[in-house]
C-alpha cells in the first residue's frame, strides 16, 4: 500500500467512535515496531516524525523509510509532521509526501496562531495534505507550576470554535492537562473541558503526551471525541529499558543488532497494548 491520508483514518475513526494511534518515529527499529505491531493487531497506524527526529535522521531518511515502510505493510500507514514549527519545513514536508501536517503555534498569540495556521491550511489543502492545529499549551511535566498557574495554558472552548473555524483544520490538538514525557504524579485531564471543545470545534480532536496516562483516561478521553493520540515516551521507555537489560546481561556483546533487536521486540508489544486500547482495528 502507498501512504494514505490522515484525514480519512480520523474520519473513519470520528465514524465508529474510535481513535489512531500516532507513534513517534526516530530510527529504524522504532519504525520497523511501529508497523509490526499495527499488522499484527490489523489496524492502521499513524507514523510521526518531531522536529527532534527530523534532526537526529533527516527528513530523506525518514521519509524514504517511512514511504517502504508502507508499500510493505499490509494495513494502512499515514505519515505526520509533529509540532511543525515553521511554514517553509511544512512545505518541505509536503513536498517530500507527508500525508498530514501539525502546524504548532501554540505559543503565539491566537490572532497570530490563526493567520499562521490558516496559511498552513491553505497550501496543505490544494494538495489533499490534512492539518492538526494547535490551541493552548502543553506545559512539561518538569516544569516548576502550581495547578492554577498550568491550566491558564489549558484551552478556552470558545477561543477553539473561532480558531478552527477561522483556519479550516481537519484536528485539532487541545491543552487540557496532559504533558509531554513521563508524569512525576497521576496526570489530572479535565474532561468537562474536552466535552465542551469538541461540541464547540466538532472536528477530530488529538491528545499530545498521551504516555503514562491510565487506560481508563485514554478511553474515555476517545469516548468524548479524541480520534487521534500521540504515544512516544512510552515507546522509548521500553525501548531503552530492554537496551539496558540485554547490555547488563551481556556486557561484552558488540553486535548492536543482539541489542536493538529484544528494544525493537519490546516496542512492539508497546505499540500493540496501545493499538488496542485506542480501538483503531475498528477504522479498516
Ligand atoms: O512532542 C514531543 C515528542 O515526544 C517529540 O520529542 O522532539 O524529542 O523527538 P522530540
Ligand atoms: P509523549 O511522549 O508524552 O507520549 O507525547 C508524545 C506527543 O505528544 C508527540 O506529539
Ligand atoms: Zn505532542
Known amino acids: 500500500m502507498s501512504l494514505v491520508s490522515t484525514a480519512e483514518l480520523l474520519k473513519k475513526a470520528d465514524a465508529v467512535g474510535c ?3 500516532a507513534f513517534n518515529c526516530n530510527n529504524l527499529e522504532i519504525l520497523q515496531a511501529i ?4 499488522e499484527a493487531e ?13 534532526r537526529y535522521a533527516g527528513l530523506e531518511y525518514i521519509t524514504a523509510m517511512a514511504r517502504v515502510a508502507a508499500l510493505s505493510a499490509s494495513v494502512p500507514v499515514a505519515l505526520h509532521l509533529d509540532h511543525g514549527t515553521d511554514f517553509k519545513q511544512v512545505v518541505e514536508c509536503i513536498r517530500a509526501g507527508f500525508t498530514s501536517v501539525m502546524i504548532d503555534g501554540s505559543h503565539l498569540p491566537l490572532e497570530e496562531n490563526i493567520k499562521l495556521t490558516r496559511k498552513v491550511v491553505e497550501v496543505a489543502h490544494a494538495v489533499g495534505v490534512s492539518v492538526e492545529g494547535e490551541l493552548g499549551r502543553l506545559v512539561g ?5 502550581s495547578v492554577d498557574e498550568r491550566e491558564a495554558f489549558f484551552t478556552d472552548p470558545q477561543e477553539a470554535a473561532v480558531f478552527v473555524r477561522e483556519t ?7 491543552s487540557i492537562g496532559t504533558a509531554h514525557g513521563r508524569y512525576r504524579g497521576k496526570p489530572k485531564l479535565d474532561f468537562d473541558r474536552l466535552k465542551q471543545i469538541r461540541e464547540l470545534v466538532g472536528i477530530p480532536l488529538v491528545l499530545h503526551g498521551s504516555s503514562g496516562v491510565p487506560a481508563e483516561d485514554i478511553r474515555k478521553a476517545i469516548s468524548l471525541g479524541v480520534r487521534k493520540v500521540n504515544i512516544d515516551t512510552d ?6 529499558k530492554e537496551m539496558r537489560r540485554v547490555l547488563a546481561a551481556e556486557p561484552d556483546e558488540i553486535d548492536p543488532r543482539k541489542i536493538l533487536g529484544p528494544a525493537r521486540s519490546k516496542a512492539v508489544e508497546v505499540i500493540r497494548e496501545k493499538v488496542r486500547l485506542f480501538g483503531s482495528v475498528k477504522v479498516l
Do not use: Y
Open 19 to 21: 481513535a489512531v494511534g
Open 35 to 38: 508497523i509490526s505491531a499495527a
Open 42 to 54: 490489523q489496524s492502521p497506524v499513524i507514523i510521526q516524525a518531531s522536529q527532534g527526529a527530523i
Open 141 to 145: 511535566t518538569e516544569d516548576e507550576i
Open 168 to 174: 479550516g483544520i481537519d484536528a485539532l490538538a487541545p
Open 235 to 240: 515507546i522509548r521507555e521500553g525501548f531503552v
